[in-house]
């Protein structure tokens, strides 16, 4: 399993998430990290390369300017080694003993992608910003409409795919459109087998360092529009 950590300013947590993945046993499968730094300015830069000098397992690499999500999993995907890839984001909303959820399917020989759910599911989640959870509902909701699926959180940070599946499709969106872009995509492929699993949200608030904002849901708009019906 290749796990994918893009990282923007996250000296807070950079440290306590990797202890974390270090820490999780998968049943039946090794652990690929592969870390992007997209041009942090806090500190974690500095502390991505120190580490780097320190751990030969990690794979880390460095972006030379500050461009986005998307485009640090497209530069990442260049060095994936796995059968397997998810996407593991560095500010601890998710948790990374959770991935063994995502795997269930994948170990069940059931799915190809895993999609994780907020909304779904009895596990905890942390209760804050009642406009971004319509705002992600409905975004959801036009999302499906298109794709014909039936997903609960296509914004959902935590995504798992087979990696010959992820790599079959040409990604463009540097940024937070990612997320709409490789729904509308995968969607689209023939015979494709796509789960959700129920997950914990440990949010966090915009003082605490949350990043997507309101321009962020338009160009979701836009994009899954865009690799819906002119992509």
Known sequence: ??????????????????????????????????????????????YLINLKRLRNDYTIIFQNKNIGKGKAIRTALKHVKGEYTIIQDADLEYDPKEINLLMEPILKNE?????????????????????????NKYLTFLSNIFTGLNLTDIESGYKLFE???????????????????????????????IYEVGISYYGRTYDEGKKINLKDAFIAVYCIVKYNFFD
């Open 163 to 193: 990696t010959k599946i992820i790599n079959s499709i040409k990604l463009k969106e540097n940024g937070f459109g990612f997320e709409p872009e490789v729904t509308a995509k995968i969607s689209k492929i023939p015979n494709i087998k």
């Open 111 to 135: 799915a190809n992608v895993v999609y994780s759910s907020r909304f779904s599911g009895g596990k905890p989640h942390r209760v804050i910003y009642f406009w971004h959870s319509i705002a």
């Open 1 to 46: 399993l290749s796990i994918i950590i893009p990282v923007y300013n996250e000296i807070n947590t950079i440290e306590k998430v990797l202890y974390k993945v270090d820490s999780v046993e998968l049943n039946s499968y090794d652990k690929q990290v592969i870390l992007v730094d997209d041009f942090s300015s806090d500190g974690t830069r500095e």
